[in-house]
């Protein structure tokens, strides 16, 4: 732009120089015309101005030539002495005319004496003095990557300030594979270089290219310039994420916890920048329980485990990874992956009872099947291979059914008494390494079966009880237990049918069938009743039932429940009079009566003795403690009243004392006349054992009528009948007054017009009264006192008085009638 302003200028003043020169010309004349190449150095001669004028060299000084120039610069000087207009600074044609091809400097040469003006043109000459160059040195052209073949891209064209053939004449370029380069010549001539792609570019391939642009003129020799053209072809997202494998396989312990590092896929992306950044991600429509239990760094491609695996639920994992580069559009690459869970042996064994029966009677037959039972392991191979046991001690053991069902049987005798349960204990053992196992435990309960009878806490009972008891006192209680249980050993007792004394049991006890007590239904009289025995049963209510049976005896007890009763003298009331006579003439110790009482009660109950409570004459009568008889103690006297009456006190040893009392009225008598009967003998028969009373001397009484001997046999029999307590039979033995003078008295008391009430026989000594309980029980034993007749209405009567009194030797026999009776 400089050059053309000044060649603009310099264009203005050519015109005014003209515009001077040709006034001047007009008026001076011709002109000169010299022609120079530019750039010559100063004091180059232009030519010879004074002989090109026609002026002399002397002349010149003289008329002071003189070069005047309008406006600018001077380049030239004429060489007043030699006549030469010489170069004095440097030409540039560039400068003086820019790219105007004819570039003329004019001149005007004055000269005085006269004044002439010479005009004078010199032409300055281009020569090549420029190489054509570049305004930059570096040209960088970017190309994104896909641009199509034929794609132009206009480059800096050079400057060359020569002009003509020494300006830019064409462009070359650097050979290479993908550019080539067109020249457009725009309408001014000046021409373009322009780079056309002839083959397409990748990136990846190579980014960057570098080219040399050459721009060369048409001088000679010629000059050139050169401009670096650097291309870089610009990235296209052109290139997909390459994963390394397309399958990724690993193996994780199902054991491995969130955080461990599975492994690591690798992709890679030829593109560079964004376009080559990879993420990695899992792909679309990956399952939610993938992504639950992994996660995967996206910067790094790790495979992480982030929740609970279970080798169990699932043992393989596959899923798709997919890598994406940043670019827009993104592109994306994908793989497989493959995670296998080992297993480990983290599942225990399980039992399952599939069906249990119980409870199970006791009384089951080995091999009943108890329970079927499974186990189960969720764990794979060994870890899953499962044993069950039983506990050995249990009677029950397992018999293997189908695979990994059991049927627990029973093994042995169960007894539900010993063992009311059972817990049978099972362990299941996985073949893992360690082992892992698991127990359980189930109970299997027994029903009861009927095997236990009631047993009686005692085989046999005894009870006391004491007579006269109020009806419906508890005698006794008797209690069985049965190990069975439920109605099993639900008791009721009864008391078996048995008889006592011709009546049923039932008639004296009743039970309480539920708690065993036994009640007295009335009172019992010891006098009539001494021992009876229950069978008490006891049953449960099993079906069928058992029992068991007890024996309860019964002892009554006696109690002085009865007062003497005075047989002898009888009397109808209390204290009435019974007349005895006696001879005035008897001498000391006569036997005057006696006087005779029973006591129905046994023991010392009825251990009676006799006392004289009160006497007309105290002086004359004496009664025997034991025997009740009464004796005068002197010989009675004339004054002696004629009427003596004793009142006789008789007591029993029981507890309380129970007393009763006689009284004898006796009227002494001048002559006593014989008796009624006196069977008094002197029996001389000595062969006979004195321990032995033969009762037979009953029958000799009998005789004294045979009405008397009717009744006293209707006695007798009676007396067979009753004989078992009936203190009415005993047959009572007693010395007269010595206890050693086995002298025997046999009294026989009738009523007058009855039957033989009492017989009475007197003998042993006083001891044996209290045996004569047991004598009346078992009248055939042997040592026994007493006999009982058996009488016979064959019988001769005498016969039998002849017997009794040869089995008295020396007894002396009083029969006695009295009007006796009570009992
Ligand atoms: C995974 O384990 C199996 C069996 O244990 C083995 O065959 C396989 O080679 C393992 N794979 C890897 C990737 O370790
Ligand atoms: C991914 O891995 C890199 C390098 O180990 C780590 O710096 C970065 O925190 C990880 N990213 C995640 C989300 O865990
Ligand atoms: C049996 O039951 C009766 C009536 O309930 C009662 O009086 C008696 O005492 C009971 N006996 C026992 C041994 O419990
Ligand atoms: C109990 O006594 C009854 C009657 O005497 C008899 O039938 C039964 O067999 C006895 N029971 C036992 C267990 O002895």
């Not at 000169?32 to 002397?58: C, F, M, R, W």
């Not at 029973?410 to 009311?420: H, K, Q, S, V």
């Not at 058992?546 to 019964?554: E, G, I, P």
Request: with cysteine.
């Amino acid at each position: 732009m400089k050059q053309g302003k000044i060649s603009c200028q310099q264009d203005l003043r050519v015109l005014l120089w003209w515009h001077h020169f040709y006034l001047l010309w007009s008026t001076i004349g011709a002109q000169t015309h010299y022609s120079i190449p530019e750039e010559l150095k100063q004091g180059s001669v232009v030519g010879n101005i004074a002989k090109d004028l026609g002026l002399l060299v002397p002349e010149l000084h003289r008329r002071k030539l003189r070069i005047t120039s309008e406006a600018g610069k001077q380049y030239f000087n004429v060489d007043l002495g030699k006549g030469e207009l010489l170069v004095t600074d440097r030409i540039d044609r560039e400068e003086l005319c820019g790219q105007r091809l004819s570039c003329l400097l004019p001149l005007e040469l004055v000269i005085d004496n006269p004044l002439q003006v010479h005009r004078v043109e010199i032409e300055i000459q281009d020569t090549n003095d420029h190489s054509p160059s570049f305004h930059t040195k570096e040209k960088v052209v970017k190309i994104a990557e896909l641009v199509n073949p034929g794609a132009r891209f206009p480059l800096e064209s050079a400057n060359d300030p020569d002009v003509g053939s020494n300006s830019v004449r064409t462009y070359i370029i650097n050979k290479n594979e993908h550019f080539k380069l067109t020249i457009k010549t725009l309408k001014d001539g000046r021409k373009i270089p322009e780079l056309v792609l002839e083959k397409p570019l990748d990136r990846e391939m190579q980014a960057v290219h570098k080219l040399v642009l050459t721009a060369v003129d048409g001088g000679d020799p010629v000059r050139s310039g050169t401009s670096e053209i650097t291309v870089i072809v610009l990235d296209n997202n052109d290139n997909a994420p390459q994963f390394e494998k397309q399958v990724y396989e690993a193996n994780v312990s199902e054991r491995a916890t969130s955080g461990t590092e599975i492994l690591q896929v690798k992709a890679t992306d030829a593109d560079e920048g964004l376009n080559g950044e990879i993420e990695y991600v899992f792909a679309e429509q990956t399952p939610d329980l993938i992504l639950a239990l992994f996660d995967i760094n996206q910067s790094t491609g790790t495979i992480i485990v982030k929740g609970v695996l279970d080798h169990e639920s699932n043992s393989l994992h596959r899923f798709d990874i997919t890598a994406k580069d940043k670019g827009n559009p993104e592109m994306d690459g994908h793989c497989s992956v493959e995670i296998k869970i080992s297993d480990i042996n983290d599942n225990n064994p399980e039992i399952v009872v599939t069906s249990l029966t119980t409870p199970v009677p006791e009384d089951s037959a080995i091999g009943t099947v108890i329970a079927i039972i499974s186990t189960r392991d969720p764990d794979s191979g060994d870890n899953g291979k499962v044993t069950l046991t039983v506990s050995p001690k249990s009677p029950f053991k397992l018999n293997p059914s189908i695979s990994k069902h059991y049927s627990l049987v029973t093994n042995g005798p169960l007894d539900r008494e010993t063992n009311g349960q059972y817990s049978v204990k099972l362990t299941a053992t996985d073949s893992g390494k360690p082992p892992l196992k698991s127990e359980k435990t189930i109970v299997v309960e027994l029903l009861d079966v009927n095997d236990n009878p009631p047993l009686f806490s005692q085989r046999s009972y005894a009870v006391y009880v004491k007579e006269n008891n109020a009806p419906g006192i508890i005698l006794c209680s008797v209690s069985a237990s049965d190990l069975d249980s439920g109605e099993n050993a639900k008791i009721s007792y009864s008391i078996l049918d048995s008889k006592v004394q011709d009546v049923s049991v039932s008639s004296y006890v009743y039970i309480n069938s539920d708690n065993g007590s036994i009640y007295s239904m009335h009172s019992f009289d010891y006098e009539k009743l001494k021992v009876f025995q229950i069978q008490v049963q006891a049953k449960d209510q099993g079906s069928p039932p058992l029992s068991s049976n007890a024996t309860v005896h019964v002892f009554i007890l006696d109690q002085n429940d009865n007062a003497p009763a005075v047989i002898y003298p009888s009397s109808a009331a209390l204290g009435s009079l019974s007349h005895q006579r006696m001879p005035r003439s008897a001498k000391a110790g006569h036997l005057v009566t006696k006087v005779t009482a029973v006591d129905a009660d046994s023991g010392h109950n009825a251990w009676i003795s006799y006392r004289l409570a009160e006497a007309t004459d105290v002086s004359l009568f004496t009664v025997n403690q034991y025997t009740g008889e009464v004796r005068t103690k002197r010989s009675v006297s004339e004054q002696d009243d004629s009427s003596q009456r004793l009142l006789i006190e008789i007591k029993d040893d029981g507890e309380p004392v129970q007393s009763a009392t006689a009284t004898v009225s006796i009227l002494l008598e001048d002559a006593l006349h014989e008796p009624i009967l006196d069977l008094r003998h002197k029996v001389s028969e000595p062969s006979r054992k004195t321990g032995r009373i033969t009762l037979y001397l009953i029958l000799s009484l009998a005789s004294v009528s045979v009405l008397s001997l009717v009744t006293f046999l209707i006695l007798a029999v009676k007396c067979i009948r009753t004989s078992r307590g009936s203190g009415s039979c005993c047959m009572r033995r007693s010395d007269c007054d010595d206890y050693k003078n086995p002298n025997r008295n046999l009294q026989i008391q009738l009523n007058t017009d009855g039957p033989i009430k009492y017989v009475e026989v007197l003998g042993g000594d006083m001891m044996s009264q209290s045996q004569s309980f047991r004598s009346c029980m078992s009248p055939m034993s042997e040592y026994s006192d007493f006999t009982l007749i058996k009488p016979s209405s064959t019988t001769d009567f005498k016969e039998v008085i002849s017997v009794l009194d040869a089995s008295l030797p020396d007894s002396t026999w009083t029969f006695e009638r009295t009007l006796h009776s009570r009992k």
